[in-house]
């Protein structure tokens, strides 16, 4: 039997598993964090962070798989943002401005009159948002004062293989969730754009390699600190929500998959026919000089359902809550969430919106605002779809939904009513750790 590891980084824990090659678990851990608010629409993290989460995660795995040999691992992980700023001697200079921050608002209009919006569109597929690392990128040049020694930026996962490998890499979907900076048709960074932003070539991996291709192999210090053979194979892996949608099968045009953890990213793929500002576009982690990954999402999804607990319901459970709602009819008797609370990416693409909770009465009860909340994100995901179908991407009458809230028998019951679709989940809620585990098992060398 062959037995392969797939770790995610997420954004509030890094998730690790060991399984068989057919993909049957045999066992898994994780590691929690959190992530640094200093501000308002600020939200950072450091990436020592990430390496200690995903050593954690990793060790704990392998010793309760029973010591069975893996013969690779592939990581995946959260959107970066920024990516971890590196001197010259790959030490950090600071945190990564993750896909949650929101601080490059000027950055932002910066861009759409220096290069315009259609001129960015025409070169990278995507729009302009202070959610895109470039913008992020742009705000660390305006306001970092160790600008100048910045050597490279890597995003949390290509950070964490190059600790582990020693190797300097990217893969196409993390290199393509940047924005501005890549340029979509040719498949490689713009070097044109860079230099209208005056952002160095330099800082960005000049090897840019398809997800399930070997990036390196593990070194002597972590072989033994993660109780592996040394130089096992490690797979470049990807963007956690284009992982998690291969997943669950997505390989062709028409498959769409809706991730909900922390954050929300509903993606399908196609050939690059259907293209528009409203959604990220990037290479897909299969077939990626072929296939785009276009999807929406939500930037608070799981987010709002423990904002909700921490706040509101500290000794209940989100099972409790989620009994209390189901006794409350569709529509929450008037009771609307915005679900805005770090603004809002594609399709909105507002980072001004905030989240409001309208409809109260004095009849209304704390399970009638927790429905409510479920109904937002129920709604930002037929937004989403809504906006897929007008620009005529193909879509089949199945989704499959994974992530964590799929636990939530009440908010998948609501998700298909909204979008009116056959909804599916996965054996698991594990997800990107899975695709992470398909890749390494089809990994490719160079």
């Keep these: 039997m062959r037995y392969v590891a797939g770790i995610d980084i997420g954004t509030s824990s890094t998730k690790a598993v060991v399984t068989d090659e057919n993909l049957n678990i045999i066992s898994q851990a994780s590691a929690s964090y959190s992530v640094e608010m200093p501000k308002p629409m600020f939200a950072q993290q450091e990436a020592k962070v990430w390496l200690e989460g995903f050593v954690k995660a990793l060790r704990s795995a392998i010793e309760k798989s029973g010591a069975k040999k893996v013969e690779a691992l592939c990581i995946s992980g959260l959107y970066g943002g920024s990516g971890v700023p590196l001197d010259s001697n790959m030490n950090p200079l600071g945190p990564a401005l993750i896909w949650m921050d929101k601080r490059a608002v000027e950055e932002t209009e910066w861009v759409k009159k220096r290069i315009g919006v259609e001129k960015l569109f025409e070169i990278t597929g995507n729009y302009v948002d202070p959610y895109f690392g470039f913008t992020k990128i742009l705000w660390l040049k305006n306001h970092h004062g160790g600008w100048k020694k910045f050597n490279l930026l890597l995003s949390p996962k290509d950070y964490v293989i190059f600790k582990i ?129 276009s999807f929406g999402g939500a930037t608070t999804a799981g987010a709002l359902l423990e904002w909700f607990k921490r706040e509101l319901a500290k000794n209940e459970t989100l099972e409790e809550l989620e009994e209390e709602a189901s006794t409350i009819p569709p529509g929450s008797e008037g009771v609307k969430v915005e679900p805005y609370f770090m603004g809002e990416r594609a399709p909105l693409w507002d980072p001004n919106l905030r989240g409001s909770i309208t409809g109260l009465t004095l009849s209304t009860t704390r399970a009638h605002i927790y429905r409510a909340f479920l109904e937002s994100i129920a709604n930002s995901l037929k937004m989403n779809v809504d906006t897929a179908k007008a620009t005529k991407i193909p879509l089949s009458n199945e989704m499959y939904v994974v992530g964590g809230v799929t636990k939530s028998k009440l908010l998948m019951k609501i998700i298909a009513q909204s979008v009116d679709m056959k909804i599916k989940t996965l054996p698991s809620s594990l997800d990107a750790p899975i695709g992470d585990a398909k890749l390494a098992l089809n990994r490719k060398e160079r």
């Design 165 to 293: 490998t020693g190797k300097i890499v990217t893969d196409y979907s993390s290199a393509g969730n940047i924005g501005g900076v890549f340029d979509l048709k040719r498949r490689s960074w713009s070097e044109e754009l860079l230099k209208e932003m005056g952002i160095p070539y330099s800082l960005f991996p000049e090897d840019i390699i398809p997800s399930d291709t070997i990036a390196g192999r593990l070194n002597a210090q972590f072989s033994s600190v993660l109780g592996l053979k040394e130089g096992t194979p490690v797979v470049a892996g990807g963007i956690d929500a284009a992982v998690a949608t291969y997943a669950a099968g997505v390989e062709k045009s028409g498959e769409h998959v809706a991730m909900i953890g922390t954050s929300m990213c509903w993606g399908t793929i196609h050939d690059g026919r259907y293209l528009t500002p409203k959604m990220v576009n990037m290479p897909y982690v299969v077939k990626p000089l072929k296939n785009v990954y």
